[in-house]
């Protein structure tokens, strides 16, 4: 499979690298990470999130600027990244292949091809391999971003999907020149202050039931306003929420114009992608989301409720 998705790589001319909406540190790297090598190939590359403003927090990723909100009018091979279903990638239909590089155990297997490697803990990971299997040597600026996806991914090497491969993968990543104190500082020391200040606002909105073993807060359209900062500055807040010691379960439900993007993390028990998976939504077994179409926030929280058994 790895051999016959570079060869359909190598035999299109004009390809699209498209990842997930609101992207996270993985969809943004994945999909960077093989421009430099494309445009190198000779190939017509368009890099595509549809995300409006895209997160600035991975600005220092190489050709971070060349990404664009749409789709190109023609292309003849679209390759998508971290993205668990269609749906997701914010795009009509297409009219061409489509090679699916992914790691979540939920994909909908959307694509032509699909390269999907739920044991890999980014799917810069099965990017990784997939040079690797073709004999693609690694350099800085591919490297950067691998690394920066699997370094997020991982909760810089922290959470449970990290074994002996991670590490493996990091290494091979930093002997091709990946920076990680200028990659982790770039991610960890640049927060806008109303960033913090909306993390203040989620902790003082929480809610703890069960014994406190699940706490749900809720961010909406108003908390983003009044402290100034973007939909990307949630993205960690549900992390410090499972991070208090009692909690098993994490929910936050953040506005949009038509409803709830829910977001869910566990520590040691709940699979949260059966849950996501239930409303429509995937993910890992302790980091998953969904999107509901309601403004309803204690039915969404019961729902989520009677799912999880704790
Ligand atoms: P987050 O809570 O950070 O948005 O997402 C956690 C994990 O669940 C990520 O791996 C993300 O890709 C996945 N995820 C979040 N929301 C959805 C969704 O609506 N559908 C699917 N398929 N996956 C989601
Ligand atoms: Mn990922």
Known sequence: MYKQTWRLITESQHI????????????????LALYPLLKDMGKTVSIVNVTTPLPIRYDFLPNFTKIKQSMPLKCD??????CGSYDRLGIKKHHCPLINIDHHKTNTNYGDINLIDSTKASASSVVLKLLEQNDIALRRDVATCIYTALAEDTGFFSFE?????????????????????????????RNSLAKIRL???????????NDAKIAYAILTLEDFKKSGALRSDSDECVDLIRSIVTVELAILLIEESDGYK??????AQIDVSDIALAY????????????????????IIQNILNEATI
Do not use: Y
């Open 262 to 267: 829910i977001s869910l993390r566990s520590k």
């Open 16 to 31: 699209v690298l498209i990842s997930h909406i609101n992207p996270d540190g993985d969809a943004l790297g994945s999909s």
């Open 77 to 82: 091979l679209i390759i998508s990244f971290d």
């Open 161 to 189: 999907n990290v074994n002996a491969t991670v590490f493996e993968d990091a290494a091979k990543l930093i002997a091709a020149k990946a920076n990680p104190g200028f990659i982790a500082q770039q991610l960890k020391e």
């Open 199 to 209: 993390t203040g606002i989620v902790i003082n909105q929480l809610e703890l039931i």
């Open 280 to 299: 429509g939504g995937g993910g890992h077994k302790r980091a998953a989301g969904f999107t509901a179409k309601t403004k309803e926030t204690n039915t």
